[in-house]
């Protein structure tokens, strides 16, 4: 099909100037905006038809007809690039959905068009329109299956919380008792024994009760710290940051602006994974010799838990690796509760998390 302009304006553009786009999908035009805000179409090609049902002479003659397919939620936007584009004597690019003349039915579009002049008739662009309706559902679809996978990211965090929090009560309430009446019964024996290789024995049985017991309160506070119930997140935090340090040699620095912080448990027991995680991967990766801990309250509106070291640092293709869980794992957590993290590391220089939460 050969191109044919629709003229009905002042402004006289040659057929040859769009014709050889006929053939394109999509639509060619030009675009006018005159002093009294009236949008025009001095060119439209044939591709009007496919792209909005509306004939080429059709649109030139009442260019209301393309506002009148806008979709509601999308005219402000639509007015809003239009005006920062006569603004700025910038491109215009908008996207937005039109219904469909008769169907009814939703489409996307993409505008792109070249800022050409104002002058004394008004605005005037070049550009094209292009259906981009695949594409972006395409997008919404992935946009959508992120969501589920963070939602059921979430909840599968939630289930592991609840059933952490019901093993370390067991632990804590059947083998602590069980290891604590063993104590007690092995006590009474080892008084009505005479012999000293007996009495040997039981001691070594009950040295062996005892480690058992630190057992079983260590894996009790990995699980479910009983200071986060009973003190706040920032008592746990330090007292995770002195065991840390016990167990590594390395000093921790703790600073804190207040004593208490009031967060949901949700956050509190989300704050503590990601200071584990956090100190998991010093104690593995950094080889540092100095952390210090930030836990602080902006103005109760936000709560940021930061924490550096002096280790070997890392760069950024390392932190992308495939395998990179646990930062993804920070990433994710914080995410899902609408906070925002901010991970600064080079090879040799340290590296620096910092996460914070809406109070």
Known sequence: MTGKAYDHSPVQILESDFSFLDSLPGMACKITLDKSGQLGFPYVSEGSMDLLGVKPVDLSRRPDLLLGLLHRDDEKSFHKSMLSSVK??????????IVMPGSGDI???NLRARYHNTDAGGTHWKGFVVNITQSKQAELELKESRQRLGELSSHIEFIKEEERTRIA????DEIGAHLTALKMDLSWLARRLE?????EKT???ANLLDEAGRAANNLVHSLRPGSLDCFGIVATVEIEAREFSKRTGIPCKIVKSDDHLDLTDEQSITLFRVFQETLNNIMKHASAKHVQVEILSEDRRRVELVVSDDGCGFNEEARNKPRSFGLRGIQERIH???????????PGQGTRIAVSLPL
Do not use: F, T, Y
């Open 195 to 199: 012999s000293e290789a007996l009495l």
């Open 203 to 205: 001691q070594d049985m």
């Open 169 to 172: 009560r067991e632990i804590h």
């Open 88 to 97: 700025h004597a910038s491109a215009w690019n908008w996207e937005g959905r």
């Open 336 to 346: 899902q509760l609408g906070g925002k993290v901010a991970i600064a590391s080079r």
């Open 107 to 109: 489409k996307w579009i």
